[in-house]
C-alpha cells in the first residue's frame, strides 16, 4: 500500500465514456455499501477515488481533456494527490442514476460496432487476392471454402464464403450479411433480442459460432443483419479459438434458445455459463430467412 508522500505508485485510474456510466458504476458500489474517499470536479471532467480493502488507491474517471492546454489550470505542484490538486468537491449523489430494469429492458441500445460484412463468392482465390492487394488485409484464417480477412486489431472484418454452385452475378453471390457486435450478453439477448420480440421482429437463427453468440435478422427489405457479442474476453483469445481444431471441424456454430438465454442472463449466470459453446456436430443447415420472419408489426 502505498503511503502519501511516497514516490513510486500511487493510484490506478480507469477511464468511464460518459457521466452515465460512471454514475451507475457509483450508485451500484453505494448499494453495496462502498463509499468513495472524495469526488472531484474539473470542470466538465469527474474523478471519484476509491480504495480497495488493502488500501490501494482507485481512481474512476470521466476525462473530458483533449489537450494538455486544458489540463493546465488545475494542475499545481502537487497534482495528483488529492488533498491538495485542483479541483472542486462534488457531492457524488448528483451523479446519474440507472433507471430500473424493467425500463432499462426497453430502451434501444446501440451496437459498439459494425464488426464485419460477410460476401458470397464462386471465386475465392481471386476475391482473397483482390482485397489483400486492394485494401492491405492479411488472411487471419482460411479453410478450403472459408477465408477470413482482417485489417486491424479485429480478428474478422471480411468473410469469403467460396460456393462453386454459384454464377458470377447471381442473385445470391455478393453480399450476405453485416454483422453489429454489442458489448454484453445483456445488451444482445435481453435489451436488444427480447426487446424486439416484444415489438413483433423475431431472429431467424441464433448460434453460437465459438468465437462469437449471434442472432440473425432480416430487415424489411430482406437484407441479413447479424447480432453478436464476443465469447472471449481478448481478441488474441479469439484468434487462437478459430485455429483450433474444434473450430475447423464445425465452423458453422451450436444452435441456441434465445429465450433460454435471456433466463441465463436475468437469472446472473457465470461468464463461462453464457458465452462457452457446447462442442459437438452440427446436425442442420444454417437456416435462410423465410419471409415475412423478420418483421410482424408495427414497431
Sequence with gaps: MPETGLL???RFTFSYDSLTELGANYHALKAGGIEPRA?????????????????????MLLDRFDRI??????LGEAAGLEKSAAGVDFDPDSLPAPAGAASEENETVAPSELVHTVIRTSQLEPMVDWYVRAL???????????????????LLRILLVEDRRLERGADNQGYDHFAFEY??????????YARLKESGVKPYWCTNHGMTTSIYYTDPDGNRVETQVDN????AEGLAYIRDPDFARN?????????EMVDKVRGGASYEEMHRRVEGPRTTPPPRPQEGVHYQGAL
Design 251 to 259: 465452423p458453422v456454430g451450436i444452435d441456441f434458445d434465445p429465450d
Design 183 to 192: 458489448k454484453t450478453m445483456d445488451e444482445l439477448v435481453v435489451r436488444t
Design 8 to 10: 513510486g505508485w500511487d
Design 69 to 74: 492546454e486544458d489540463l493546465e489550470p488545475y
Design 136 to 154: 492491405g488485409c492479411e488472411v487471419a484464417e482460411r479453410s478450403e471454402t472459408l477465408t477470413l480477412l482482417r485489417f486491424d486489431h479485429r
Design 39 to 59: 469526488a472531484r470536479r474539473y470542470g466538465d471532467s469527474a474523478s471519484l477515488l476509491y480504495t480497495d480493502p488493502s488500501g490501494n488507491r482507485i481512481e
Design 232 to 235: 472471449f474476453p481478448t481478441k
